[in-house]
Protein backbone atom coordinates (compact mmCIF):
# COMPACT_ATOMS: atom_id res chain seq x y z
CA UNK A 1 0.00 0.00 0.00
CA UNK A 2 2.78 2.46 0.60
CA UNK A 3 4.56 1.46 -2.33
CA UNK A 4 0.99 2.62 -4.61
CA UNK A 5 0.91 5.89 -2.29
CA UNK A 6 4.17 6.59 -3.17
CA UNK A 7 3.70 5.63 -6.85
CA UNK A 8 0.86 7.42 -6.74
CA UNK A 9 2.91 10.55 -5.17
CA UNK A 10 5.48 10.54 -7.90
CA UNK A 11 2.92 10.48 -10.76
CA UNK A 12 1.22 13.13 -9.61
CA UNK A 13 4.09 15.20 -8.77
CA UNK A 14 5.87 14.49 -12.52
CA UNK A 15 2.07 15.48 -13.58
CA UNK A 16 2.48 18.49 -11.72
CA UNK A 17 5.88 19.29 -12.94
CA UNK A 18 4.55 19.07 -16.54
CA UNK A 19 1.83 20.85 -15.96
CA UNK A 20 3.58 23.95 -14.75
CA UNK A 21 6.19 23.38 -17.31
CA UNK A 22 3.46 23.48 -20.02
CA UNK A 23 2.11 26.02 -18.15
CA UNK A 24 5.04 27.96 -18.22
CA UNK A 25 5.44 27.73 -22.09
CA UNK A 26 2.00 29.11 -23.14
CA UNK A 27 3.04 31.49 -21.13
CA UNK A 28 6.43 32.30 -22.73
CA UNK A 29 4.73 31.86 -26.33
CA UNK A 30 2.04 34.58 -25.07
CA UNK A 31 4.56 36.89 -24.00
CA UNK A 32 6.81 36.02 -27.09
CA UNK A 33 3.80 36.71 -29.46
CA UNK A 34 3.29 40.01 -27.49
CA UNK A 35 6.95 40.86 -27.52
CA UNK A 36 6.58 39.74 -31.92
CA UNK A 37 3.49 42.07 -32.13
CA UNK A 38 4.92 44.63 -30.07
CA UNK A 39 8.29 44.56 -32.29
CA UNK A 40 6.28 44.66 -35.50
CA UNK A 41 4.00 47.73 -34.43
CA UNK A 42 7.17 49.27 -33.54
CA UNK A 43 9.02 49.00 -36.68
CA UNK A 44 5.70 49.91 -38.57
CA UNK A 45 5.84 52.93 -36.93
CA UNK A 46 9.66 53.51 -37.15
CA UNK A 47 9.98 57.14 -39.56
CA UNK A 48 13.87 55.30 -40.54
CA UNK A 49 11.55 52.60 -42.07
CA UNK A 50 11.50 52.21 -45.80
CA UNK A 51 8.56 50.43 -47.48
CA UNK A 52 8.69 49.18 -51.20
CA UNK A 53 6.87 51.73 -52.41
CA UNK A 54 9.15 54.32 -50.70
CA UNK A 55 10.48 55.93 -54.66
CA UNK A 56 12.61 59.18 -54.29
CA UNK A 57 11.18 59.65 -58.30
CA UNK A 58 7.55 59.62 -56.81
CA UNK A 59 5.02 62.64 -56.41
CA UNK A 60 2.97 62.28 -52.96
CA UNK A 61 0.21 64.46 -54.48
CA UNK A 62 -1.73 64.57 -57.88
CA UNK A 63 -1.43 68.48 -58.00
CA UNK A 64 1.93 69.81 -58.18
CA UNK A 65 2.75 73.19 -56.20
CA UNK A 66 2.37 76.45 -57.85
CA UNK A 67 2.15 79.84 -57.01
CA UNK A 68 -1.50 79.43 -56.81
CA UNK A 69 -2.40 76.34 -54.17
CA UNK A 70 0.04 76.33 -51.65
CA UNK A 71 -2.41 76.26 -48.47
CA UNK A 72 -4.11 73.03 -50.06
CA UNK A 73 -0.56 71.69 -51.63
CA UNK A 74 0.92 71.78 -47.88
CA UNK A 75 -2.11 70.14 -46.67
CA UNK A 76 -1.85 67.40 -49.14
CA UNK A 77 1.63 67.01 -48.53
CA UNK A 78 1.18 66.98 -44.49
CA UNK A 79 -1.27 63.81 -45.44
CA UNK A 80 0.97 62.14 -47.61
CA UNK A 81 4.06 62.64 -45.30
CA UNK A 82 2.05 61.35 -42.10
CA UNK A 83 0.68 58.16 -43.90
CA UNK A 84 4.77 57.10 -44.70
CA UNK A 85 5.36 58.31 -41.06
CA UNK A 86 7.89 61.06 -42.36
CA UNK A 87 6.16 64.19 -41.22
CA UNK A 88 8.89 64.68 -38.53
CA UNK A 89 11.46 65.24 -41.18
CA UNK A 90 9.61 68.86 -42.16
CA UNK A 91 8.23 69.59 -38.73
CA UNK A 92 11.58 69.52 -36.36
CA UNK A 93 10.58 66.82 -34.83
CA UNK A 94 12.91 64.13 -36.11
CA UNK A 95 16.16 66.33 -35.79
CA UNK A 96 19.42 65.36 -37.39
CA UNK A 97 21.76 63.43 -35.20
CA UNK A 98 24.85 65.84 -34.08
CA UNK A 99 27.05 62.79 -33.36
CA UNK A 100 28.83 61.71 -36.41
CA UNK A 101 29.17 58.11 -34.99
CA UNK A 102 25.67 58.15 -33.83
CA UNK A 103 24.00 54.93 -35.73
CA UNK A 104 20.73 56.11 -36.76
CA UNK A 105 22.81 59.09 -39.27
CA UNK A 106 22.97 56.85 -41.92
CA UNK A 107 18.79 56.57 -41.77
CA UNK A 108 18.65 60.05 -41.09
CA UNK A 109 20.05 61.58 -44.43
CA UNK A 110 18.75 58.43 -46.38
CA UNK A 111 15.55 59.30 -44.80
CA UNK A 112 15.81 63.32 -45.64
CA UNK A 113 17.36 62.46 -49.39
CA UNK A 114 14.12 60.66 -49.92
CA UNK A 115 11.61 63.49 -48.42
CA UNK A 116 13.20 66.05 -50.29
CA UNK A 117 13.15 63.87 -53.73
CA UNK A 118 9.10 63.69 -52.97
CA UNK A 119 9.02 67.85 -52.19
CA UNK A 120 11.28 68.30 -55.19
CA UNK A 121 9.04 66.11 -57.05
CA UNK A 122 5.32 68.15 -56.12
CA UNK A 123 6.79 70.94 -57.06
CA UNK A 124 5.96 73.21 -60.77
CA UNK A 125 9.52 73.19 -62.39
CA UNK A 126 9.25 76.83 -62.16
CA UNK A 127 9.83 77.07 -58.51
CA UNK A 128 11.85 74.44 -58.36
CA UNK A 129 14.97 76.75 -58.90
CA UNK A 130 14.17 78.14 -55.53
CA UNK A 131 15.12 75.13 -53.32
CA UNK A 132 17.34 73.49 -55.51
CA UNK A 133 20.40 74.16 -53.52
CA UNK A 134 18.46 73.05 -49.97
CA UNK A 135 19.84 69.78 -48.69
CA UNK A 136 17.42 69.51 -45.79
CA UNK A 137 13.09 68.64 -45.78
CA UNK A 138 13.00 70.71 -42.92
CA UNK A 139 14.29 73.89 -44.35
CA UNK A 140 13.03 73.42 -47.67
CA UNK A 141 9.64 73.01 -45.98
CA UNK A 142 10.04 76.60 -43.93
CA UNK A 143 11.56 78.38 -47.17
CA UNK A 144 7.84 77.20 -49.08
CA UNK A 145 6.70 78.49 -46.51
CA UNK A 146 7.88 81.73 -45.78
CA UNK A 147 7.65 82.36 -49.94
CA UNK A 148 4.02 81.52 -50.01
CA UNK A 149 2.46 82.86 -46.90
CA UNK A 150 4.08 86.20 -47.60
CA UNK A 151 2.74 86.41 -51.02
CA UNK A 152 -0.66 86.16 -49.22
CA UNK A 153 -0.47 89.84 -48.03
CA UNK A 154 -1.74 91.42 -50.84
CA UNK A 155 -4.24 88.71 -51.16
CA UNK A 156 -5.74 89.62 -47.64
CA UNK A 157 -5.51 93.34 -48.86
CA UNK A 158 -7.11 92.25 -52.12
CA UNK A 159 -9.90 90.41 -50.12
CA UNK A 160 -11.09 93.14 -47.49
CA UNK A 161 -11.05 95.66 -50.22
CA UNK A 162 -13.84 93.44 -52.45
CA UNK A 163 -15.42 93.16 -49.08
CA UNK A 164 -15.77 96.18 -48.14
CA UNK A 165 -17.29 96.88 -51.79
CA UNK A 166 -19.72 94.16 -51.52
CA UNK A 167 -23.29 95.12 -51.38
CA UNK A 168 -26.38 93.35 -51.80
CA UNK A 169 -28.20 95.80 -52.86
CA UNK A 170 -31.56 94.41 -55.35
CA UNK A 171 -29.90 90.19 -55.01
CA UNK A 172 -31.94 87.95 -53.05
CA UNK A 173 -29.67 86.92 -49.65
CA UNK A 174 -28.32 82.99 -51.15
CA UNK A 175 -27.39 85.25 -54.39
CA UNK A 176 -25.39 87.76 -51.92
CA UNK A 177 -24.35 84.52 -50.08
CA UNK A 178 -22.98 83.13 -53.02
CA UNK A 179 -20.88 86.25 -54.19
CA UNK A 180 -19.49 86.94 -50.83
CA UNK A 181 -18.46 82.68 -50.98
CA UNK A 182 -16.65 83.38 -54.32
CA UNK A 183 -14.65 86.21 -52.95
Known amino acids: MKHAEST ?8 DMK ?5 GTMQQTGTTKLMKSTNAAAKRFNPYRLDHGDNPSISLVSDLLTT ?3 TIWSRAMCRALRAKNKLGFI ?3 LLKPKDPADPLLDAWERCNDLV ?3 IQNSISQNLKSSIALVDYAKQIWEELKDIFTHENGPR ?5 KAL ?3 QQDQDSVSTYYGKLKSL
Open 156 to 160: IFQLK
Open 8 to 15: MQQTSDGA
Open 19 to 23: MQHAA
Open 164 to 166: VAL
Open 68 to 70: DNY
Open 91 to 93: NGS
Open 116 to 118: VSW
